[in-house]
């Protein structure tokens, strides 16, 4: 049996949730749902107090659809899907973005090292992968998050703000989130850390778009985010 066969196996998809958080994400969420669905059951979308018609049409595709009444951040919504999927007894729990920079065909990979047991977090990694499609500015600040990583957390990773994750059912509880917005990813790391998780990093490829990038996170707005973080893990 090939690994490729083995870790699509319908055991393994019917046993992993696929996580969304979405704010205003109607242009895109339909397909990104329809996508995954055609083979993992459990699409889970966090509609994060969206003003258009992202839960609408996440749901005509065929996903769960939660709802936050306001805008509470990306780090609130993961939470709420993560605690989600463990109530619906998830043993997997794939983290992937709703703007279509993710690839589906990715997850087998991000599984893989869960269901054999060899670790209880897989990191995806652009830089692991084909990351010529890196914009250039953002290719060197995720280069310096990554150096700043290792100095807050002691963990080593070649990129450390990507969405792309999978978390074993044992690891999650160990990694309950607390910052609502952005910062929610280093946090992630830091708990890993400190609860010696067993992790490693595969190769992912990110797709920017037009629209990707208008809609992700902004090269100026890591500073405030990164301050957010730093205030949250040393002064709070």
């Not at 990979?109 to 992968?129: A, M, Q, Y």
């Not at 990694?175 to 992912?204: Q, W, Y």
Request: positive net charge.
């Amino acid at each position: 049996m090939t690994s490729n066969t083995y870790f699509t196996h319908s055991a393994t998809r019917i046993s992993t949730y696929i996580v969304i958080a979405a704010f205003n994400e109607a242009q895109k969420i339909g397909v990104v749902v329809r996508g995954l669905r055609r083979e993992y059951p459990h699409v889970v979308v966090v509609d994060d107090g969206s003003s258009d018609q992202t839960g609408a049409l996440a749901k005509e595709a065929g996903a769960v659809v939660l709802r936050h009444v306001f805008n509470r951040g990306q780090g609130a919504a993961l939470r709420t899907g993560l605690d989600y999927a463990l109530s619906k007894g998830a043993e997997y729990v794939v983290t992937f973005d709703g703007d279509g920079q993710h690839r589906a065909e990715d997850i087998p990979r991000l599984l893989e090292p869960l269901v054999k047991g060899e670790c209880d977090v897989t990191l995806g990694s652009r830089f692991l992968g084909d990351s010529n499609t890196v914009p250039w500015v953002r290719r060197h600040l995720l280069r310096a998050a990554v150096v700043v990583t290792r100095l807050t957390s002691g963990i080593r990773l070649s990129d450390c703000h990507n969405g792309l994750r999978a978390f074993s059912r044992r690891a999650i509880p160990q990694i309950e989130i607390t910052m609502d917005g952005m910062a929610h990813a280093s946090e992630i790391l830091d708990k890993i850390a400190r609860s010696n998780l067993k992790f490693c990093e595969v190769p992912v490829t990110i797709d920017y778009t037009a629209y990707s990038r208008r809609k992700g996170q902004r090269t100026l707005s890591a500073f405030p985010v990164a301050a957010d973080y730093l205030f949250n893990k040393f002064l709070k």
